[in-house]
């Protein structure tokens, strides 16, 4: 199975500041996810990030707040926008696979 | 639309205590069943799948089962180190994302 990556592990960040997520996975994968699981919440998608296509994203999350790059087939990035204390949460990056594994997380505080 | 309840929301156990969770969906299309356990500030690690009503998992204490509307872990004699939340996910057929419940938060005391 891949082996998923993610950078920061965790950060304490400024409202209205950005904080940019990294992902990174060890074989190439076609599909990414990235997820978001606010505290004492199930884990909710936010966007599909394939290679060479804009992501897809989900109802009720945005471009301009969570704008993601995919840039080669093992890499992507989340960034969390202009952030207020409700962005924070963790957030979760995985592929496609079957079973779906997922990357260690990145743990954010809004302050 | 996809939905998935587990309950309870927490529970506490004695070591050794035997107890089961439940997790109720609702999918157009069941492509897989999947529990994962999740420890404090950690990414979800995954447990098992499951596939097809009628179907069973083991892995040490644990046991998934599954029928046509819910599944159940099974743990037997749990230990300390089993404390956790355990999720479980639905996947729908034609679909790579899952639709996660909100998972049980379980304790076990010495």
């Known amino acids: 199975s891949a082996v998923i990556s993610q950078k920061p592990s965790r950060d304490i960040c400024q409202r209205g500041t950005s904080l940019t997520i990294q992902c990174q996975v060890d074989?190439?994968?076609?599909?990414m996810f990235w997820y978001r699981q606010q505290p004492g919440q199930s884990l909710t998608l936010i966007a599909t990030a394939n290679q060479g296509s804009e992501a897809t994203y989900e109802s009720g999350f945005v471009i301009d707040k969570f704008p993601i790059s995919r840039p080669n087939l093992t890499f992507s990035t989340l960034t969390v926008s202009n952030m207020s204390p409700e962005d924070s949460s963790i957030y979760l990056c995985s592929v496609e696979a079957q079973p779906t594994h997922f990357g260690p997380g990145t743990r954010l505080t809004v302050l | 639309e996809d939905q998935v309840t587990q309950s309870p929301e927490a529970l506490r156990l004695q070591e050794g205590e035997s107890s089961s969770l439940n997790c109720s969906y609702t999918?157009?299309?069941?492509?897989?069943l999947f529990w994962y356990r999740q420890d404090p500030g950690k990414g979800p690690e995954f447990l098992f799948t499951?596939?097809?009503a009628g179907e069973e998992k083991e892995k040490e204490r644990l046991k998934a089962t599954l029928t046509k509307k819910e599944s159940f872990l099974h743990i037997t004699a749990p230990k300390p180190e089993d404390s956790a939340t355990y999720l479980c996910a639905v996947q729908a057929s034609g679909y790579s994302t899952l639709t996660f419940g909100k998972g049980t938060m379980l304790l076990v005391s010495p």
């Open positions: 074989s190439q994968v076609t599909m």
């Open positions: 999918v157009s299309g069941l492509r897989g």
């Open positions: 499951l596939y097809s």
